[in-house]
Structures are given as C-alpha cells and as structure tokens.
C-alpha cells in the first residue's frame, strides 16, 4: 500500500508549506489546487466555483415559518451540487492514493482515506503567529489590517470545520481525528518537515 | 539555553516510553520517577505520599450548608501540602532544565518552564490501544479485566487533568498547550521517537 500523508490545518498556519517540504524531501506527488482542476475537468465547472464549493459546507433548503406564511429558504450553495462535487473529489482521492506515495492537503482526504491508513497530519498555530504568517504570505498589492486577517482567518476556519463537519461527522481539528497536531507557533516549517519524513503508520 | 523536552500524557497511550527513547536517542537526562524521590528527599515525605499528591488535584476545604446547619468538609488531601510540594516540584524542575539538555515527564514541567520554550510535547491514543498497551506492560500477577482497566484509564486522567488545571489554569491536552500531540494508536513508539529527535523550537 502506497504511503500516504493528509495535511488538514488552520489557515495561515503554514500547513500548505509542511505538505509541499514534506512532497519535495519524501520525492512523492502532492496534491492540492490540483484536486479542484480535477474535479473542474470532470464536471466542467470553473475552478473558482469548485474550490468554493469544496470549503462550505452546503446549506440543506428547509421549509421555515416566518410570521404566519410557509416559506422555503434556499442558499446559494445547492445541496446536490454539493454532494455530487464531494463524490467526485472523493473519487479523485481515492485514485490519487492508489497511483503512488503522496501527500495531499485538505479537503477531508484523512477521512476519504481512512481505510488506507494515511498518517494525519493537522497544523495549528496561535493567532498571532498565523497573522504574521499571512502578512508575510500576501501579495504586495494586499495590505490588510490585522483586524482583517482576523476576521478573515475565523471565516475561512469556520467554513472548513462545518464542511468537514458536515462530510465526515467528525470534529475539524479535534486531536482524535489525527495522528500528529502540530503546532507552528514555535517550530519552524522547515525542521517540521524534516521530522516529519521519518513517520510512518503500523 | 538547553533543549528540554516535556512529556505529558494519557495514562497507557505510551507516552512514558517515548520519553525514555527521545532521552536514549538524543543521549540526555531523562526525568520522571526522580522528581519524586528528590521531592521526597526535600520535604521528608514518602514516595508514595509525594507521587500521589503531584498526580492529584487538592481539594479546597470550604464551609458548606448541610439542611440548616454550617459545616466545613476537609479532604484527606491537605491544600497547603500540596501547593507546597508543587513549589519544590517547580523549583527541582526548574533547576533540572538549568542543568542540561534533558526529557522530564509529567508533572506540569510545560507550564513549569514556559518561559525555556521546551518542546512540548502531549501523547495519546484510542482506549481500545490503551487498554492493549496497559495488559502488554502489566506485572504477571496482574489480571485487570477490561473493564477494570478502563475504570483505571480514566481515574487517572481525570486526576492529572484536574491537577494540571488546579496549577496551570490551563486545559490538559488541549493542543493549544503544546507543540506536537501525538497520537499512538497507528503509529510505534520507536517510529515516532526517531521522527522526534530532530524537532526543536525556534
């Protein structure tokens, strides 16, 4: 069975670097954006609307009383797109741990993939440190106040703990849920990753 | 400053072994059994005394109303010995990372040496791996049943968990708290102590 790393992790927590490092040190395939391309050639929705769609949890529709009057309430986000979308992703997860050793980032794959026995790895960080991060990650024309990131950071956060709520029935982040939580406040990336290569499951 | 490495962990999930292996590994100190008999030596009291009161919460004893009546309900664990003793607990630990580089576990040494930076590190797993973990290790003439075993599992955690919030006001493997958690169900003990010794704090 090929080896296989899930990455889940905070935003701004340097989690996406820790699956790259650990992809280029181990020399096996990393999947990220990757998977949304897939799935956007598959169901020829944009990648914009895919990658939106795979961290937000989909609102179900449900018949709501407002007042005296029945009315139906509907989000955005279509449930049935929604599912047929996780079944695909699923789907391309499954084949991408079946090809080769891999590491792959978010997108419920630790819980796609249980059966393969993946190591899970979930990244954290203080909010401070994840702050800092970003701003040292943003594009030069961003200059978003910390109060920004704040609330930015929460929303992003919020949106991949409901989808993986929703998905999974598990807690997003909650340690049972991994093999290793590892927090980037006070480690850096790079000597994460070099411990990191030496894991394995039984 | 010298690397320290704390340990803490659920009772069974294997934490005291890593803790032995990382200090093999990394040929430094090892700290466990010998904070209590150098408490001991401290203060003149048992062994056993000392360890059970560094893994138990002190009770506070406070004037409750029983019907009418006022009365005052004591614990046999007395407060101010147990706070006492954490100060000489705080005080050999401290000195013990003032030493050299070294592995102590247990007995709040992360929230003892905060301001060193250790790597902190909290080790846990699934009951059902404990309880394996715990018959595996257990003396010949020892036949808990499972069901003892689990009544065992979770005293015990209970006690260290209330202790270490009693003293940190801190929750007791709440992954904020640490640097890495690790979870011991899918993984060997050996395997994750080769993958540690390369980890260290910025």
Known sequence: ??????????????????????????????????????????????????????????????????????????????????????????????????KSDCVIVGRCADYILRDYRPIRIF???????KIMRCKNNAPEQEHLSDKDLVREINRIDKNRAEYYHFYTDQEWGDKVNYDICVNTTYMSIKDISESFIKLKTK
């Open 1 to 98: 069975m090929n080896t296989v790393i899930t990455i889940s992790r905070e935003f701004g927590s340097g989690g996406r670097e820790l699956g790259r490092r650990l992809a280029e040190k181990l020399d096996v395939a990393y999947y990220d954006q990757e998977i949304i391309s897939e799935i956007s050639k598959h169901t020829e929705l944009s990648e914009q609307y895919v990658s939106q769609i795979t961290e937000k949890r989909p609102y179900i529709p449900f018949p709501i009383t407002v007042g005296r009057s029945l009315s139906a309430w509907y989000n955005n986000i279509d449930l049935q797109t929604s599912v047929q979308i996780f079944s695909i992703q699923k789907q391309i997860i499954e084949e991408m741990a079946q």
């Open 123 to 129: 990244v954290y960080g203080s909010l401070k440190s």
